[in-house]
């Protein structure tokens, strides 16, 4: 899909920021979960980094770079509506291969962390570096989405808001504040300009109401594998007592 198919994510964005109902991306996490996703009408997928790390065996944040990508792409081959891809922190590679191995898999979207396991937060200043040199060597064929880590590392709203607007001057597409707080959302949605993606967890307000507190964007990470795993486990004790 290349350019065409990040500048059809980026209007999926605006259309839903415009009239206050977010876009919801379901998380695939192998080729079979992304058509099924297709098929209910989804218009577009966000591939979760720690959802493919299970699926593939891996504990999250131990995927190598490269069964990750070839996860994603044989994601994005399997379906025709626009891929979007969590790889982490970018896996160390500079912003010219990150760009190159994402665009090889099909995928029109990254989503970038600001910290890991080892180091904790990146330092906000480098991260936005980091981001305007993949937004540079991307051009206009990914659409880039900033994800903030600082609620996991017990912050406020107001340190969440300080990257975010440092990410979009560095050329993010949107913003990403993890682990945020549905109740938060407002003060972060008057900061930033552009769209907000929100980590939706059971027990969280409609879809609906998340728009109107601010979200633009609704994404799942693992979430949905999970709950699919239990059906496969109540379909297993259903085989192993019959």
């Not at 994603?72 to 790889?87: C, E, F, K, Q």
Request: proline share 7%; aromatic share 6%; charged share 20%.
């Amino acid at each position: 899909m290349s350019a065409a198919g990040a500048e059809v994510l980026r209007e999926l964005h605006l259309v839903r920021a415009g009239s206050r109902r977010p876009l919801v991306l379901p998380g695939p996490w192998d080729a079979a979960s992304a058509r099924a996703f297709e098929a209910a009408g989804f218009p577009a997928l966000a591939v979760p980094s720690a959802g493919v790390a299970a699926a593939l065996g891996h504990e999250d944040g131990a995927t190598p770079a490269a069964e990750m990508f070839a996860a994603v792409a044989r994601i994005a081959r399997a379906v025709s509506v626009p891929v979007t891809a969590d790889v982490e922190g970018g896996y160390g590679l500079s912003p010219k291969e990150l760009v190159h191995r994402v665009l090889e898999t099909g995928a029109v979207g990254v989503n970038l962390e600001d910290s890991d396991r080892a180091h904790g937060l990146e330092e906000p200043a480098a991260q936005a570096d980091f981001l305007a040199a993949v937004r540079a060597e991307a051009g206009g064929e990914l659409f880039v989405n900033a994800r903030v880590d600082t609620y996991l590392h017990g912050h406020t709203a107001a340190a969440a808001v300080e990257r975010a607007l440092l990410y979009e001057a560095a050329g993010a597409d949107c913003v990403y504040p993890i682990t945020a707080p549905a109740g938060d959302l407002p003060e972060i949605r008057a900061a930033v300009r552009g769209p907000l993606n929100f980590l939706f967890r059971p027990g969280d307000p409609s879809f609906a109401e998340l728009g109107r507190l601010g979200a633009t964007r609704i994404t799942f990470g693992p979430g949905l594998l999970l709950r699919t795993l239990v059906h496969v486990g109540e379909l297993a004790e259903e085989l192993l007592t019959s």
